[in-house]
């Protein structure tokens, strides 16, 4: 019971980190369906409770949200806890196996590029900063 409520803690507070970053929660297949058909870019946050590379991404992806280009939603979903909407979200990364954290800028609900796990544990933030800038200079205006 008690290891329950750590694990609901350590999820509130990542969904938490998020939100203040500026970042919609899409937590339904709904959700995941009303933004893709979007026109525009969608920065997709993967967000997990994996502490080592979670605490690299949320930090990056709260710095995104201030970068000069961005995209034009910035929506993160909550792998092994909004299980349907990520899943629903995860079948637009064509080409990708499921990674979480990791983060994937869509245009027009067509997937651009892919930060995957394996490159955000281990790296410093500003690594994985960089690769995001690059991608929101090539396909954001």
Do not use: W
Request: hydrophobic fraction near 40%; proline fraction near 4%; include cysteine.
């Amino acid at each position: 019971m008690e290891f329950n409520f750590m694990i609901n803690d350590v999820v509130q507070t990542a969904r938490k980190e998020m939100q203040e970053a500026g970042y919609t929660e899409l937590t339904t297949v709904e959700d995941v369906e009303d933004v893709v058909k979007q026109e525009g870019t969608t920065l997709v946050m993967v967000n997990s409770v994996c502490g080592c590379a979670g605490g690299i991404a949320r930090p990056a992806a709260a710095y995104m949200a201030n970068y000069d280009k961005k995209p034009d939603r910035f929506v993160t979903v909550f792998a092994g806890q909004d299980k349907e909407a990520t899943a629903k979200i995860r079948s637009y990364f064509t080409g990708y196996a499921p990674s979480s954290p990791s983060f994937a800028l869509l245009k027009d609900g067509e997937i651009k590029m892919m930060v995957e796990r394996h490159e955000i544990e281990g790296h410093e933030p500003i690594q994985v900063v960089q690769k995001l800038e690059k991608a929101f200079d090539t396909y954001c205006s």
